[in-house]
């Protein structure tokens, strides 16, 4: 009978063996999706993370491309107003007297272009209004270039005069610099202010 226990316990044994054997690497296993679970969920982080980053630049990147196209616009829109408004106080005044004039085209004006257009002197002998017909100013097109602080600026416009009944309309271009003080824009700098033929002209 002794003999027959011995086989009996070592199967016992062998059996137990596997069993434990076989419950660690069970708990092996499961140590192993745990670890892998915990990267996949690191993984999946990092994923939404990085597409929220993405998102976020092309958002940021958007919205500071809009904010130049704005100011650019509104630059545009401002210096294309300031130089209509600066060419009828310049040419559409039935005021003669050159002082006057200056009075009021000056708010435009700043650096190079103050000695440019201010009169010589102090003659205030030509009259108020006797009568001038003034120049119409129409068809005002500004394109301008340039950074927030300093533009270049050519406008184009037709300039019509009248003398007696005969009236005479002239193409015109000028070219100008500005630079920005405050939040005007103010012309620094008159290049050039001339009549021309557009293309196609007889």
């Given at each position: ?11 016992a044994v062998f059996i137990g063996l596997l069993l ?6 069970g708990q092996a296993l499961k140590r192993e999706r ?169």
């Amino acid at each position: 009978m002794k003999k027959n226990r011995i086989p009996l316990i070592l199967v016992a044994v062998f059996i137990g063996l596997l069993l434990v054997s076989n419950w660690q690497t069970g708990q092996a296993l499961k140590r192993e999706r745990g670890r892998n679970q915990d990267i996949s969920r690191q993984l999946k982080k990092q994923e939404v993370t990085i597409a929220n980053a993405k998102e976020s630049s092309v958002t940021d990147s958007k919205s500071s491309s809009t904010v130049e196209k704005s100011l650019t616009t509104n630059n545009t829109k401002d210096i294309s107003s300031n130089l209509a408004a600066f060419l009828q106080n310049l040419y559409a005044s039935k005021n003669k007297n050159l002082q006057e004039r200056y009075k009021k085209i000056s708010p435009f004006l700043t650096g190079d272009a103050v000695n440019q257009l201010k009169p010589s002197g102090a003659d205030n002998s030509d009259s108020q209004d006797d009568g001038y017909t003034p120049t119409t100013i129409r068809d005002i097109e500004t394109f301008n270039s340039g950074d927030s602080k300093n533009q270049e600026a050519v406008t184009f416009y037709k300039m019509e005069n009248k003398v007696g009944d005969t009236t005479k309309e002239v193409n015109m271009v000028m070219r100008t610099k500005l630079v920005k003080s405050g939040q005007e824009w103010l012309i620094s700098k008159i290049e050039y202010n001339t009549g021309y033929e557009p293309h196609g002209s007889n």
